[in-house]
């Protein structure tokens, strides 16, 4: 099963490493890895996705949270956190297919960033399974290239993830 | 006070109640040294090796129960540490190590003796930096200090670029570390307490398993009265020997691939393991379908990624070993579980450990026991083989700190380095290191260092001409295949010692003409009757190292034996095999 893990760390160099570094050393899977600075822009907020029986995920979360320089480790599953990923997507869009492609581009809301005479660019938010059926339908096209963000995330309701390692 | 990067390190050193590291130098830490040269009350021990300063400052660590400071140079210097750190990390052992860096403008440049310590020394610690800023060097290294010794300790690096230790700031060093994301817990869930005293309390078979958590966490005393109080038998792994003496009749001796009978019988059979401070390593578990599985298990450990890891656990305690303990001993009673704890008083009595050799040599389990009479106090340190495991059963260790091995990374070489350490830091202690000849090569410079500091380390090498070990594996499962585990000079084994203790073995190096060379004392025993002689003449000398080459015989092996994968309740000992 995926699993949706949020850590709270100390904005400081080689943190991330030391957090990526784990996962390849004790042999744990990582499928995505996606980071950046918090509010408070001492922290930031990585997000990763992994794979494991639930004895796997615990010793994941319990590592991750030995590290000195965590403050807060969240296990979200998905009905407990809004995820998104973005994914830039390059089309190629010979003359009788643009209209359609815009098209489906709109379905989707998808942004179309840059307009070539044989090409797309586009823009798609939203959940995993959102970007991979965009991706399944523009395959019926020519997909030239593609760049996917990895996901994050943040829990539902009111509750932040400020303050004391818990 | 206005002073450079270096100045506060020895400032800080000075803070930390450091007097003695161990370290060698080089051009990214001169500045260090040349401040070392005016402060001789933090006195530095010269190595001949980097990987020795970082084993002398573990022993150090562990003998004293201060944390073991070191000192490297960039590059090659940092390089030649991470055995030693690796070694501190698994056995969680607290150590500063400072080493040097290339002035930050050449920071990936791939300047001269530039290595990126930090990321080769992540995962072998327990935490590190990389200082890049002048200002937060006070901060890092208070950091440092309280972050080796406290929760689980490890080591922790500070890499520190030239430049900064030549930078002039007025600062201070910080009286007060304030880390948000670091709090380890001491005091154990009270309920869990409650909950884990009541099932020892009514166990039909209770068992403890104890670890090197205890000594770390000073857990002797309070752990020697609830043994008196509810007399329920004790194992302990590798590395929680010495927290009760080998003789005490409710101790059955260590558990594991080399554990005793009594000991792996006792996990076996027992319905109440109650672990403290052990990590359920596979060289001490053997097979973990067959491990304990009559038992509920309680389990208290600092460390919550130790809990669950390897068995399943019932009661978990996340906690100090010592602080846990304090709690629990008041709820215990006397075990009603007499007739268990007979029975197995009764196996250790039946089961005696065989010092027996197949060959004409000596016998390294009796050379361990005279040890023991000659040094019943001693502070005992191993290499790793069968050295290793012949010093766990046959020396009567008595007390905490006393025992320094290398017990998770299993590294050769940890030995001699490690004692010196301990030496340094216990002057008035004797320390011996049983090595075997293979390992003992592997740190054998560090005798210039021992000679230099008139360190009278004892070095008593068990010298089979083979990595013992490791042949005894060839032996028993690969048809006495001897791929180049024989150490004489052939490469092949050229029939059985030379008797005569003035004649050198057919064999190099000859390690009592090394000795010499080194300006250390040198003998070697060939027979019986030598080998108190020889012990007491190294007892008498007290100002230099010495090296005993005891010549074992070549073919001794471990009993009893686990075979690698089986259950603890498939031993074999030397009779059957
Ligand atoms: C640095 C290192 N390299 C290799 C090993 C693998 N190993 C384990 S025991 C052993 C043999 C040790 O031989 P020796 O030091 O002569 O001791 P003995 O077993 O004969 O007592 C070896 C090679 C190790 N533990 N450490």
């Known amino acids: ?166 | 006070m206005e002073r450079t990067g270096s100045q506060l390190i020895v400032e800080a050193l000075k803070k930390e109640g450091v007097d003695l590291i161990f370290g060698y130098p080089g051009g990214a830490v001169i500045p260090i040294f040349d401040v070392l040269y005016d402060h001789p009350e933090v006195e530095l021990v010269l190595n001949r090796h980097e990987q020795g300063s970082v084993h002398a400052a573990d022993g150090y660590a562990r003998a004293t129960g201060k944390v073991g400071v070191c000192l490297a140079t960039s590059g090659p210097g940092a390089t030649n540490t991470i055995t030693g750190l690796a070694t501190a990390n698994f056995d969680s052992i607290p150590i500063v190590c400072i080493t040097g860096q290339v002035p930050r403008n050449m920071i990936g440049n791939d300047a001269f003796q530039e290595a990126d310590t930090q990321g080769l020394t992540r995962p072998v610690s327990k935490h590190n930096y990389l200082v890049t800023r002048r200002a937060d060097l006070g901060r890092v290294l208070k950091e440092a200090f309280y972050i080796a010794q406290t929760g689980r300790p490890g080591p922790v690096i500070v890499d520190i670029p030239k430049d900064v230790l030549n930078t002039i700031l007025d600062d201070e060093y910080p009286e007060e570390v304030s880390l948000r994301g670091y709090n380890p817990v001491y005091k154990g869930h009270s309920r869990q307490i409650h909950k884990a005293a009541e099932a020892l309390n009514n166990a039909q078979k209770p068992l403890f398993y104890i670890g090197g958590g205890m000594h770390l966490s000073g857990a002797q005393d309070i752990f020697r009265q609830i043994v008196d109080k509810t007399g329920i038998p004790v194992t302990s792994s590798l590395m929680g020997l010495g927290i009760l003496e080998q003789e005490d009749p409710n101790f059955l001796g260590m558990i594991g691939m080399h554990g005793t009978v009594a000991a792996n019988q006792a996990i076996t059979d027992c319905d109440l393991l109650f672990s403290i401070g052990v990590r359920f390593d596979d060289r001490a578990t053997g097979d973990l379908n067959r491990f304990a599985t009559h038992a509920d298990i309680i389990h208290i450990d600092i460390d919550p990624t130790t809990i669950s890891r390897n068995v399943a656990v019932k009661i978990p305690i996340v906690g100090d070993a010592r602080t846990v303990l304090e709690e629990v001993a008041p709820l215990l009673e006397e075990s009603k579980a007499h007739d268990w704890i007979d029975e197995i008083k009764t196996r250790k009595k039946l089961n005696p450990l065989d010092e027996s050799v197949p060959g004409p040599g000596l016998s390294p389990g009796h050379i361990i026991r005279q040890i023991g009479h000659v040094f019943p106090q001693g502070i005992i340190c191993t290499e790793v083989g069968q050295n290793q495991m012949w010093t766990a059963l046959f020396y009567p260790f008595n007390r905490t700190r006393s025992w320094l091995t290398s017990g998770g990374l299993g590294t050769m070489g940890y030995g001699f380095p490690a004692a010196l350490g301990a030496q340094a830091g216990l002057p008035d202690k004797r320390v011996i290191d049983i090595a075997g000849d293979g390992s003992i090569q592997m740190n054998i410079q560090e005798l210039a260092t021992c000679v230099d500091q008139k360190l009278p380390v004892i070095i008593a090498i068990l010298n089979n001409g083979y990595l013992g070990m490791v042949r005894q594996w060839q032996e028993l499962f690969h048809k006495k295949r001897y791929s180049h585990t024989c150490l004489t000079a052939a490469g092949q084994d050229n029939g059985p010692w030379n008797t005569d203790a003035q004649t050198p073995p057919p064999y190099h190096p000859d390690f009592v003409m090394l000795a010499k060379a080194y300006g250390a004392e040198g003998i070697r025993v060939t027979k019986e009757e030598e080998i108190i002689p020889a012990l007491e003449k190294a007892k008498s000398i007290t100002d230099r190292p010495i090296v005993i080459d005891f010549l074992i015989d070549k073919e001794a092996n471990v009993w009893p034996m686990v075979p690698p994968g089986a259950g603890l309740d498939q031993y074999i000992t030397g009779q059957e095999a």
């Open chain 1, 1 to 166: 099963m995926r699993h949706i893990i949020s850590l709270l760390v100390e904005n400081k160099p080689g943190v991330v490493s030391r957090v990526s570094g784990l996962f390849s050393g004790r042999g744990y899977s990582l499928e995505s890895i996606t980071y950046g600075e918090t509010m408070d822009p001492s922290l930031c907020r990585v997000t990763l996705t992994s794979t494991g029986d639930e004895t796997a995920i615990e010793q994941i979360l319990k590592q991750l949270h030995r590290l000195i320089d965590t403050i807060k480790v969240q296990n979200l599953t998905d009905h407990k956190a809004i995820t998104r990923e973005l994914a830039i997507v390059k089309v190629r869009a010979d003359k009788g297919y643009r209209a359609e492609i815009i098209k489906m581009a709109e379905t989707y809301k998808a942004t179309v960033l840059d307009v070539s005479t044989d090409s797309f660019v586009m823009e798609i938010t939203g959940s995993t399974r959102k970007i991979e059926d965009f991706i399944e339908v523009m395959s019926e096209y020519t997909i030239l290239d593609i760049a996917r963000s990895g996901l994050v995330a943040l829990e539902k309701g009111s509750k932040t993830t400020k303050g004391k390692k818990s």
